[in-house]
């Protein structure tokens, strides 16, 4: 069975700091995703990977995929406030591709 | 907006009773999907739908089932509720779930409390 586990669960940062997340699947997949989560909200798409080494980045945030060590990274750089929120991988099981969340990061900036 | 609509937004019941949840997913996907979300257990995979059939099956109690019509909308009927019920309830929709570039959309989810 498909088991998605992240690390850290929660995060305290201050502004301007660097981090990453990183992100462990236990069986093969093709791609995977990252979503991020303001409490009480919606889940909102971050970032699609699809390939072994690939690099997706929106502003602060870049995302990597190594599909070979089946761990992806989301890495935050100088973080601002705003990026304070929950961030969720998933990946999809291979034939149905219903989507297993990790636990998710709970990331908060400190001003 | 991600175009996923989900209905009602906020739901309080009682223990022992039934509720129906609704799911409209985006114009031309055919695949949706249903989460619970609860403090200690993350975000839970219940069922897939997709054109109608159910594809996926999670950890979904026997007390909840659910149907995707032939317009395409889902509903997640809860019944006998239970106090650990409470939870907030996602549907997404995805196109084709095998094109390689496809995505799952969320809905706002249905915030359901039970007394």
């Known amino acids: 069975e498909l088991k998605v586990e992240q690390n850290p669960l929660f995060l305290s940062m201050q502004e301007g700091k660097n981090y990453t997340i990183y992100c462990n699947y236990s069986t093969t997949s093709d791609r995977l995703y990252w979503y991020r989560q303001d409490p009480g909200k919606s889940l909102e798409s971050l970032f699609v990977l699809l390939s072994n080494g690939a690099v997706k980045q929106e502003g602060r945030l870049m995302a990597s995929l190594d599909t070979k060590a089946r761990l992806s990274t989301l890495h935050i750089t100088a973080a601002v406030h705003d990026l304070s929120a929950t961030y969720f991988c998933?990946?999809?099981?291979?034939?149905?591709?219903?989507?297993?969340f990790g636990t998710g990061t709970r990331l908060k900036v400190l001003a | 907006d991600s175009g996923v609509t989900q209905t009602p937004k906020h739901l309080i019941t009682a223990t022992g009773q039934r509720v129906t949840l609704r799911c409209s997913p985006r114009s031309g996907d055919l695949s949706v999907y249903w989460y619970q979300q609860s403090l200690d257990q993350g975000l839970q995979f219940l069922i897939q739908y997709y054109n109608g059939e159910e594809r996926a099956k999670g950890n979904i109690l026997e007390r909840f089932s659910a149907q995707q019509f032939p317009d395409l909308h889902s509903e997640l009927n809860l019944s006998s509720l239970e106090l650990g019920d409470s939870a907030l309830y996602f549907c997404a929709s995805s196109d084709h779930p095998v094109r390689l570039n496809t995505e799952a959309f969320f809905g706002q989810g249905t915030r359901l409390t039970v007394v």
């Open positions: 998933a990946v999809p099981t291979s034939g149905t591709y219903k989507y297993i």
